[in-house]
């Protein structure tokens, strides 16, 4: 069985943070959300991954390399411009054979990993096994439509009217049945070649489509808001460790991680909280579901429920919260200006100002 990883996106939901970045790369927690899936594919006992890349290509082959430090081997399958999952699976189709194979998409986040999916269709083999979640608003994902067997009947990508509120989340597993179903199916109104309808001709045709409804937490990190999210659940999980310097002015309270290099001078750090190597957190606050990366620099400041990517300053500027901020970003105060009113006020007018 082999893995087929999607990082060729282009991110518009993360922009101005992936005009420069892959949005594959973005860091939870001080690592990047494709990482997350990639180890989730080895733990599974995955070993050979395809990865589909795109404008990032450099990117994603510089941090991902050869696939040995997560225990795989990667092999890397351009894909000229994202016209969708389907057709992903056909540019992959020399590389996937006629070997079975999970499809992850890679900004997607899954706790607990896929090991028992995984084993499940590697036990019952259907055509194809999709994984489905309860979603408040469904318009925005592909939803399927189960019969009171729970049987798959139906998919919709990304309906007006939705018949249930079961999306479908990033990973997909496949026979080679796949491949003929994505060659008969023709580009959406959105112009891409869906996933959804190749599987729903399997359904039509009368192939074996099953699914899971997963318990667990599910997020797509395509915006901001989601990957403040994922970020906050993802540091739930974090055990206190202090490798840096943290000197006697300082106080850490609750789950703190300071990464080896870092420095915490007269400041205090309320966890969950990762600061990392060789950032300075200095005469400041940093507050719960932070994640600070390495190489930044904190000073007289506040920064709760934030992501701060590397190499990035922040100095007396107050209170940050509920906030993404990319590499090599400088937030400083702004000049003091004058205190002025700048009033247009008809005739007989009355105006109180407060001074």
């Not at 269709?121 to 925005?140: C, E, G, H, M």
């Not at 310097?245 to 969950?272: C, H, K, M, Q, Y």
């Not at 500027?317 to 590499?327: A, T």
Request: glycine share 10%; proline share 5%.
């Amino acid at each position: 069985m082999k893995a087929l990883v999607l990082s060729g996106g282009a991110g518009t939901r993360l922009r101005p943070i992936t005009h420069t970045s892959a949005k594959q790369l973005v860091p939870v927690a001080n690592k990047a959300v494709l990482f997350y899936g990639l180890e989730a594919i080895a733990a599974a006992g995955v070993t050979e991954v395809g990865v589909i890349v795109g404008d990032t290509a450099d990117e994603i082959r510089a941090a991902v390399g050869d696939g040995s430090r997560f225990g795989l081997a990667v092999t890397y399958i351009p894909q000229e411009r994202p016209l969708g999952l389907a057709h992903a699976v056909m540019v992959a189709r020399d590389y996937l054979g006629d070997d079975d194979f999970v499809m992850y998409l890679g900004d997607n986040f899954i706790v607990g990993g896929i090991t028992e999916l995984v084993d499940e269709f590697r036990r019952t083999r259907p055509a194809a096994q999709i994984l489905l979640t309860r979603v408040p608003d469904p318009r925005a994902f592909g939803v399927a439509e189960l019969d009171a067997a729970g049987q798959v009947v139906g998919l919709e990508e990304k309906p007006d009217r939705p018949k249930s509120d079961l999306a479908l989340v990033g990973v997909y597993l496949f026979t080679p049945a796949i491949h003929a179903a994505v060659r008969t199916i023709r580009p959406s109104r959105r112009g891409e070649l869906e996933i959804t309808h190749a599987v729903q001709r399997l359904i039509d045709d009368g192939a074996d489509v099953r699914s899971t409804i997963i318990k667990g937490y599910w997020k797509d990190t395509g915006n901001v808001v989601d990957m403040l999210e994922v970020n906050r659940t993802v540091l739930e999980g974090l055990e206190t460790r202090i490798d840096g310097e943290v000197d006697e002015a300082s106080e850490t309270v609750g789950r703190v991680v300071v990464e080896a290099g870092a420095r915490i001078v007269g400041s205090r750090l309320v966890g969950p909280v990762v600061i990392g190597a060789g950032t300075e957190v200095r005469d400041s606050y940093v507050g719960p579901f932070t994640s600070v990366a390495e190489n930044c620099r904190i000073t007289d400041s506040e920064l709760e429920f934030s992501i701060v990517l590397r190499d990035s300053s922040i100095d007396g500027v107050g209170r940050i919260e509920n906030s993404l901020i990319g590499r090599h970003v400088e937030v400083t105060p702004a000049p003091g200006v004058p205190s002025a009113h700048r009033l247009v006020l008809g005739d007989h007018s009355k105006v109180q100002i407060h001074t």
